[in-house]
Structures are given as C-alpha cells and as structure tokens.
C-alpha cells in the first residue's frame, strides 16, 4: 500500500464547477504540499499546510493531522485548472518528501 | 526575479554513459532537492542539499550523485545510464533549510531519454 493515496486518479468536470480532490497519507507528517504540474513538466506549489485550512483565490486546501487527511478544492473551476495535481508530505522514516500518483484534471468548457 | 532554472532541457544519452544535469536556484534559496519522474513510479525523491552538504537521500542507487557549489547552484550525475533511468528529473530550490517547512520552487526539469 501506498504511503500516500490519491482519489481520483482521473477527474473530469465541466466549467464552474465545484472539484475535491482527496489526499490521505499513513505516515507522520511534518507538512503537506499540494501541487500542480502541466503537461509539459513545470511544477508549481499551490500549497504547503502543517494543520488547517488554507485559500488562495478559487483554491482551497484543508488538512486533517488527527484523520490523515488532506482535501484541495477548486472553487467555479476552469479550462485553464486542467493538469494533474500532486500531494506530498514531508515525513515518513527517512524524512523525505512522499509524493501521490497525482489526480488528472480535465475541465471543459 | 528569475525562478528555478534546470539545464539542458533535453538529452538523449546511451546506455552505460554518464550525464550531468544542472540547476541554478532563485537568488538567495540556499536548499535544492532533486526529483525523478517516471509514468511508472512517479515522483520520487532523489536528494536534498543545503550549503553545499547533503542533507538527505532517497532510495536510489550509488549511480545516483549530487553536489552543491557555493553560489547554491547543483548539479546531479548519473554514472552507467540503464535505460530505466529514463525520466524527468526536477530540482526544487527553498529558502529556509528545506522543503519541509518553507514553500518550493520548481524547474521545469530534465527530460533524459537513455537509449
């Protein structure tokens, strides 16, 4: 079993609607990152949670220590939101980043 | 302010070569860690430095290298390419002393293709 697991691995909605993406991780964790990479390769950091909630215009990233959980929603989604987002935490054995397999956005107008 | 610069873009090696890849991190970022993805196994973590030391390494094998110069900028080397080393490889460079608590800026990473 994975350390950290992703739901769903693929997504696909239609323009403006409301999206969660699930993240849920075995291990102790000292921080949690969200992150979006398009196709092409570049990869950017949406998010970086130790406990809580965080927004950042349309995005909404919520983290729960106690569950083990991490949620990302995408609030009126849009084309542009399409690309695959990834979470990560920062703990484990070794202390490394443990990344997910990502969720594969699609969103059409 | 420049971001999270990976160089080259692009390479084709053979197997059994070695390649180096490198990464100049924003102005002022003293952490880089290193990245592989793979369709297979995703992304994984490679390495970590900050002020040229070797702060952690993942479960790669000693083919899989790194350092750190004194202007922060890293390079890793991979010795006797197989063809599974095939990837893209990403570097992340942070302010404080690593990923964990400090926000990342990515490259747009190494696409190495070993054939």
């Known amino acids: 079993k994975n350390e950290v697991e992703q739901s769903p691995q693929n997504l696909t909605a239609q323009e403006g609607e409301f999206i969660t993406i699930n993240c849920s991780y075995s291990?102790?964790?000292?921080?949690l990152h969200w992150l979006q990479q398009h196709p092409g390769g570049g990869i950017v950091s949406l998010f970086m949670l130790s406990s809580g909630k965080k927004k950042h215009g349309r995005l909404i990233a919520t983290i729960n220590i106690q569950e083990k959980h991490s949620s990302l929603h995408i609030t009126a989604s849009h084309p542009r939101d399409s690309a695959v987002y990834i979470c990560a935490v920062y703990g484990g054995s070794q202390g490394n980043l443990i990344f997910g397999k990502g969720t594969k956005l699609s969103v059409k107008p | 302010k420049a971001g999270v610069t990976q160089t080259p873009r692009y390479l084709i090696k053979t197997r059994g070569q070695q390649v180096t890849l490198s990464c100049s991190p924003i102005s002022g970022h003293r952490s880089v860690s290193w990245y592989q993805q793979t369709p297979g196994q995703g992304l994984q973590f490679l390495f970590e430095?900050?002020?040229?030391?070797?702060?952690n390494k993942g479960n790669f094998p000693g083919r899989f290298s790194g350092r750190q110069f004194s202007n922060s900028r890293s390079e890793m080397n991979v010795s006797t390419l197989e063809l599974g080393d095939s990837a893209l490889y990403l570097c992340?460079?942070?302010f404080g002393t690593g990923i964990a608590g400090t926000e990342a800026f990515f490259g747009q990473g190494t696409r190495l293709t070993v054939v």
């Open positions: 430095y900050f002020s040229e030391t070797q702060r």
């Open positions: 291990v102790g964790i000292s921080a």
């Open positions: 992340a460079s942070s």
